[in-house]
């Protein structure tokens, strides 16, 4: 049985002030211990967090790293200032980061490998734009996002990989795909998976969703025979509907 994770990206939002106390909140109501939770705050925030959630089982991510080690990178992050900071997770290659930023399946390439390279898991994210979608594009396109993402990568390496399918359609727009929907993608990926490695590296694979994952929804979305979780965009701001998507 693959253990179900819950992550929460609060992308540029909080202060530390407000990010101490979201933190403090989710770790003091969490009884959930069937459940991995990822907390992912913005940069300025994550050694505050940290501080908050280090005696606790709630873990810390990031939202985004660089690939080099070091260097005249003004603006950039690495791997090992991650880790230095204590994070264990970091999301790469979220939609909003290919739409504003101009990433690339090359760049998310080189970003998963400096992650596995520094002992962080990379949430992978992958997900296809509406007009993809309404061209019956979804498996081509989410299927080019994930055999490049994972290009050069072992099998012992993708087994510390966890993906999450996002339909760009679904992200801050209160739109949700069905529950038959994110199943579809979700077991395509995991058929994938097995195409490129093996039946067992696929088996025990985590992809998340995350596409406006709310409490109302969650259940159905995660009885999902290949839903293992959520990565959680507003609905992870308060501690409780983060915590309703946990106990989902």
Request: aromatic fraction near 6%; proline fraction near 3%.
């Amino acid at each position: 049985m693959r253990r179900r994770i819950i992550a929460g990206n609060w992308k540029m939002n909080k202060s530390l002030a407000e990010a101490i106390d979201l933190a403090t909140s989710v770790k003091d109501n969490l009884h959930n211990d069937q459940v991995d939770v990822v907390l992912c705050p913005p940069f300025t925030n994550l050694a505050g967090v940290f501080q908050v959630i280090k005696e606790s089982p709630v873990a810390l991510g990031a939202q985004n790293l660089f690939w080099e080690e070091s260097g005249a990178y003004t603006g950039e992050v690495s791997a090992a200032m991650l880790r230095s900071v204590r994070c264990d997770y970091v999301i790469i290659g979220h939609s909003e980061r290919r739409q504003y930023f101009f990433e690339t399946d090359e760049t998310v390439n080189k970003k998963i490998k400096a992650a596995l390279n520094a002992d962080l898991v990379p949430i992978f994210c992958v997900g296809e734009r509406l007009e993809e979608r309404q061209a019956g594009d979804t498996d081509k396109i989410v299927g080019r996002q994930v055999r490049q993402g994972l290009a050069g990568l072992t099998a012992e390496q993708v087994r510390q990989v966890i993906i999450a399918y996002e339909p760009v359609w679904a992200i801050g727009t209160g739109v949700v795909a069905t529950p038959d929907q994110a199943q579809q993608v979700h077991a395509m990926i995991r058929a994938l998976i097995g195409e490129l490695y093996d039946n067992t590296v696929a088996g025990n694979f985590r992809i998340q969703y995350g596409g406006s994952m709310k409490p109302d929804n969650a259940g159905e979305l995660l009885s999902q025979p290949d839903i293992d979780g959520g990565l959680i965009g507003g609905a992870s701001l308060t501690a409780e509907a983060f915590l309703g998507i946990v106990n989902a």
